[in-house]
C-alpha cells in the first residue's frame, strides 16, 4: 500500500533472463580468450648491452706486433624472449667503424676505411621469430610463417686505398701459409677410416598448411658509398642505394627477389670530358629488379616443370665509356693483381720447399728400409 513494488529481487521477466544468459555466455568466451593468450607466458627474458667493443688486429713483424687494423661497435643491444609458442630475438648496432693502419706512420691519425654514414636511428638492426606450428593461432593467418628474418642496415661508406687494399687482400695468404707449415705432414701416406653404415633415421615430415612459409627473410640496405684510390688520389666513387633482398621459402620453392634503386659510378679526375660513368635516367623507376625461383623437384610431379625460373629488368640506365677511365681502373686492378700474383708465388716457393723436404725425408726412410 506505500506504492513500492512487490516483485522479489530474484525474480526476472523472461526478456531478463535471456539477457543474463547472453551476459554470461559473453563472460565466458572472455574467459576463454584470455586463457589462451595467457597460455602463451613468457619463460625467458635476456636483455643485453654493451656500450663499445674494439677490436685490433695485429702483424708480427721485425719490430714487435704491429697494428693494421681496428674494429669498433658502439651501442650493441640483445633481446632474447621465449614464450610457450614462440621465440623472438632482436639485436642492433649503433655505429660501425674500421680504422687502417697500413699506410700510416708513427704520430699520424690512421685512415677511416669503413664507417656507418648516417647517425640517424641505429647503423644495424636483426630481428628473428620462430612460432611452433602446433600453437593454436599459427593457422589464423592468411599466411602462415614458421621463421621470420628482418635485417635493416643503413648507409655504409668505404674508402680504399690501393696499398691497403694490397696489404689487406696478403694477410689471409700468409695466414694461410703459416697454417699450412704448421700442420702438413712429412710423409704423404695416411691411414683414411671410413665410417660404418648405420641405419638411416627416419624424418617425421610434417603436413604444411595452404601457402604456408617455412622461412621469410627480409633484408633492407640503405646504401653502399664507395671509393678507390692510390698515393695519387682518388680514381672512382660508386654510390648504390635502396638494396632490398627477400628469401621466401616454401614447400614447393624458394623465391629470391632482389631490387635495387639507384647507382651510380663517377670518375674522380677533375680533369675528365665526362665525370658520371653510370647513371640513372630516370629516378621514379628501379634500376635493377630481379627474380629467382627454384622449385622443389621432390614436390613436383609433373616432368615438364621447371627447375629454375630466372627474371631480371635493367631500366633506364645512361652508360659513357671513356677510354682514360677505362684505362685507369684496368691499371689499378692490374697493379692489385700483380702483388697477389707476386703474394702467391712466394707461398708457392715455400710449398715446394716443404714439399722436397718431406720427400727427401722419405726417400731416406726408403733407403734405410732396403739397406736393411
Known sequence: GDGRSTTP????TEGEEGEVERK??????SIA???AISSDRVKLSIKFQMKEVILHLNEHGDGGNIERLKFLLSEMETEVVMKSWDLSVAASIGSAEIQDYFSSGINVEPYIMVHSGSNDGRFLTFNY???DPQSPDYGSSPQPTEQFVKIEMLVVKVQVQQGSLIKLMSMPLSIMAEIKRKDQPLSATKDVTLPKE??????VVRRHLPGERAMYIEATFGGLEVTLGDEHGDILSADITGLNTTITMLEEWTVVTASMKNVMLVDADPNSCHSQVVSKMDDSLTVISTEIRMFNTNSVHDASSLDLFLSAT????????VFKFVN???HYVDEVMEELKLAKKALG????RSTSKAVKIHDVQEEKNGSK
Open 33 to 35: 580468450s584470455s586463457g
Open 129 to 131: 621469430c620462430k612460432k
Open 24 to 29: 554470461n555466455e559473453e563472460v565466458a568466451i
Open 198 to 203: 648405420g641405419r638411416a633415421m627416419k624424418k
Open 314 to 321: 635493367v631500366q633506364r640506365l645512361t652508360v659513357f665509356l
Open 9 to 12: 529481487p530474484s525474480v526476472k
Open 328 to 330: 685507369r681502373v684496368m
Open 349 to 352: 716457393l715455400f710449398e715446394e
